[in-house]
């Protein structure tokens, strides 16, 4: 697949992208949020710009990091992009897409970073287990890393059991499971994130960063 030149690879399969001019100081918390089920509808492996649908929810949940000067910073995994279905400029479009219907309502997202190895990729994307595909924590950390971040402070809202594991792997001590059920896992609390009162207790814990 030909790709671009000029697009934000790190790597062949890792995209990171600073996607706002904020500056911020060493040592603030972040919130990191997935993407597809978390931010967007997810639609198994989208593709295109047109089929973006926001799920309100993480309006409010952006906006309040916003507000609070942490860091926002999406980390996706996008085997997609490894098993062949669409390219790095189709993921480009789909996340500019996002921000875009996101700075709408006036959330801004400053930082994205998105794995596009698998193990049932081609070439240079074929890895299995790579560090930087979640659960592994290599995406938060090379965020850490980027923006001087406190991970222990900081917190992921996720739809699936792998975000939180990430979270975890990073040294995060809260992570929010959309639609799932709350427990322990090692140093992380995962709380569930299913009705407005979940809602206002992750609020709760963004204003306090
Ligand atoms: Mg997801």
Same mark, same amino acid.
């Not at 973006?52 to 507000?67: D, K, Y």
């Not at 995962?190 to 306090?208: E, F, K, M, Y």
């Given at each position: 697949m030909v790709e671009s030149a000029g697009l934000p690879l790190a790597?062949?399969?890792l995209w990171v992208?600073?996607?706002s001019a904020t500056a911020f100081p060493v040592g603030r918390p972040a919130l990191f949020l997935d993407r597809d089920g978390t931010i967007n509808v997810d639609t198994d492996y989208p593709s295109d710009p047109a089929e973006?649908?926001?799920?309100?929810?993480?309006?409010?949940?952006?906006?309040?990091?916003?507000?609070v000067g942490a860091p926002v910073v999406i980390v996706t995994n996008q085997s997609g992009i490894a098993r062949g279905y669409f390219g790095w400029d189709a993921f480009a479009a789909v996340n500019r897409g996002v921000l875009d219907l996101l700075? $709408? #309502?006036?959330?801004v997202v400053d930082m994205v970073l998105a794995c596009g190895y698998h193990e049932k990729g081609t070439g240079a994307l074929a890895v299995a287990d790579h560090p930087m595909r979640k659960p592994n924590p290599g995406m938060l950390l090379e965020a850490g890393r980027r923006l001087s971040l406190d991970?222990?402070?900081?917190?992921i809202v996720g739809d699936k059991l792998a975000d939180m594991e990430a979270g975890q792997r990073a040294g995060l001590e809260r992570g929010w499971l959309v639609d799932g059920e709350g427990s322990t896992m090692d140093g992380l609390s995962?709380?569930?994130?299913?009705?407005?009162?979940?809602?206002?207790?992750?609020?709760?814990?963004? $204003? #306090?960063l």
């Open positions: 790597e062949p399969g992208e600073r996607t973006i649908a926001l799920r309100p929810q993480m309006l409010p949940v952006i906006e309040t990091a916003n507000q700075a $709408r #309502s006036n959330a991970l222990e402070r900081s917190l995962v709380l569930p994130l299913r009705n407005a009162t979940d809602l206002g207790g992750l609020l709760t814990a963004i $204003r #306090s």
